[in-house]
């Protein structure tokens, strides 16, 4: 009978474990940089590439510009993006940005105490020619 209770008290926490997620950590305020600054905070982390096969479903079709911010935590995260507006109008939207992969970042020399940061980014798909 103990066996079994144990077994169960096991797999029941087990599984919560399994279930959470890994909550944003924020070690001190959030500091909104240009994106020529995001270098200076965070870098890029290129062990991680996402390699697409065809037309990612979080593209746009067309060519247009958007305009959002990401969030990332002191862990090198990304927890968020908010658009800000996009060119056509209606070109990108929050539910289209929300698909975007999110990317990993690595602290930079600069930024010991991996300050996190908010940072505009615009991006622009133009039509082949």
């Known amino acids: 009978m103990n066996k079994i209770i144990l077994l169960a008290f096991v797999t029941t926490f087990g599984l919560i474990g399994c279930s959470t997620t890994n909550e944003?950590?924020?070690?001190g305020e959030t500091v909104e940089v240009d994106?020529?600054?995001?270098?200076?905070?965070?870098?890029?982390?290129?062990?991680?590439?996402?390699?697409?096969?065809?037309?990612?479903?979080?593209?746009?079709?067309?060519?247009?510009?958007?305009?959002?911010?990401?969030?990332?935590?002191?862990?090198?995260?990304?927890?968020?993006?908010e658009l800000i507006n996009s060119i056509p109008e209606g070109w990108m939207t929050q539910k289209l940005l929300d698909k975007m992969p999110k990317q990993q970042y690595k602290a930079s020399k600069n930024n010991p105490s991996k300050t996190p940061v908010k940072v505009k980014i615009s991006s622009e798909v133009k039509r082949m020619s």
């Open 24 to 27: 944003p950590t924020f070690f």
């Open 35 to 81: 994106s020529s600054e995001l270098n200076q905070y965070w870098e890029h982390d290129s062990s991680k590439v996402i390699r697409l096969s065809g037309r990612p479903d979080w593209l746009p079709k067309g060519a247009g510009k958007a305009s959002y911010f990401i969030t990332i935590d002191s862990n090198g995260t990304e927890v968020s993006k």
